[in-house]
């Protein structure tokens, strides 16, 4: 029996889709299971950042619908055989599913794979409430930038009024340069105002432009920053279920934050 | 002659009057022996001043209509005035909604963006209050960890309600009808703060925790919290 991932953060354009192409792939290179799904109905990109737009036949709202078996609209990713996409539709509409015909496939995905990764749409409407449906845990993820910061802080406030553990924080697209600077929020802070856990930073890196253009997410080549941030982000979420080292990992960014509070206060 | 024991008795204190109202015996009774002893004792000279009243009910109930009557007897005479109406009792939903206002509510979270608490009576945060996030009380707001959102003491315009937080950085304040906001230039937060409005300035001032004591040394007295139910 696996897990259920979601992805989200509020704010459109923060890196949702990039999160969830680039953890499934580091999950697929730790030879887990994985299953993405896109639940951005009518705006589907999970597939074109995965290089994977050519190969659908099926989608999400085909299977709710009752058109096609599950297994049938999942498309097989082209580098790992243990990794595959559940596209969303791009021709319907957010109203098409419901909550509960997500998390029926969601379920019924868990009984195959280990980690079942959910691409939220921006917002907190119907979209959102579809993707969180099914989902055991929840990453959200944010930029250095206040109102981001401020739509996670909202969506964290409605994840917790979800049956889900309380959600964990990636902070993406961090330039260091310009935190040194004092001009964009730091890690610190950001994590003070939201108060939980911190699970990954990712600086902000041109290898995610340009794999998500190519199809190729950049956690597949290990020579840039983003790709490590995001594997050990992977190896974080595994380090839950299989603790001892690989949560020290994990610890060293969280005591930090700590010592911080420990110096201010 | 009606009884023996006098339902009515009539006190002469500094202040003027005190009726003690017999509370075994009905309201009607009451009335009709009310208007009888006006009528006798009440009668003086037009230009005398204005003699206020206090009327001790005992352990009787009288409802809104009733202590319309009682006033309007007590009225007829020239020279009275019913200055209160006391009574050893109240309902229970009167007893309900005292404990309501001057309870202290406790809320153990984050106040996140979006998210609004209202409370009757005081509000103590335990945790943060995020930009966007908004926090009511009909008294007291007293953040425990940092107030970054909207706090509003004194929602029904209890002006002595006063803002307490260990980390003082609000986006806005408001006590009562007085509202203040954050400079617009990024201004930092300050430790542990009071804000309360200074009546004669009209408008909110923040001032050191301590000295709150000197501003609002009633504040937590049970007199101040009931006077405001």
Known sequence: ?265 | MMTNIQKIMIKGTRDGLTLHLDDQCSFPSILKELEHKLSINGVAEEDQPMIRVTIQLGNRYLTEEQKEQLIAVIRDKQQLVVDHIESNVITRQEALEWKENTAITPIVKTVRSGQVIKVRGDLLVIGDVNPGGQVVASGNVFVMGKLRGVAHAGNDGDTQAVVAASYMQPTQLRIGEHVSRSPDAGAEGVYMECAYVEVSQENILIDRLQEIVKKRPDLASFERRMSNG
């Open chain 1, 1 to 265: 029996m696996g897990e259920a991932i979601v992805i989200t953060s509020g704010k459109g354009g923060v890196g949702k889709t990039t999160t969830t192409a680039n953890l499934g792939t580091a999950l697929a290179l730790q030879n887990k299971k994985v299953c993405l799904i896109d639940t951005d109905i009518g705006l589907r990109n999970l597939d074109v950042v995965m290089g994977l737009e050519n190969r659908i036949i099926y989608d999400i709202v085909d299977v709710v619908k009752g058109r096609c078996k599950t297994k049938q609209a999942l498309i097989t990713d082209k580098r790992f055989d243990c990794l595959h996409l559940l596209p969303a539709a791009q021709t319907s509409d957010k109203s098409e599913v419901t909550p509960e015909g997500i998390k029926a496939i969601v379920d019924e995905l868990k009984q195959d794979y280990d980690y079942i990764v959910i691409d939220c749409p921006a917002g907190i409407e119907q979209g959102y409430k579809n993707a969180v449906a099914g989902a055991d845990k929840a990453i959200v993820v944010t930029t250095p930038e206040k109102s981001s910061v401020r739509d996670a802080d909202r969506i964290i406030g409605l994840l917790e009024q979800e049956e889900i553990e309380s959600p964990k924080l990636v902070i993406n697209r961090i330039r260091n340069h310009m935190i040194k600077s004092g001009e964009m929020l730091d890690v610190d802070e950001i994590v003070s105002v939201l108060s939980i856990d911190l699970i990954g930073i990712v600086i902000d890196d041109d290898a995610v432009i340009k794999g998500a253009n190519s199809g190729e997410p950049v956690a597949m080549k290990p020579n840039s920053k983003a790709s490590i941030a995001y594997r050990n982000i992977a190896r974080r979420i595994l380090g839950e279920a299989v603790p001892l080292q690989k949560l020290d990992e994990d610890d060293g960014v969280l005591a930090k934050v700590k010592r911080f509070f420990g110096m201010r206060t």
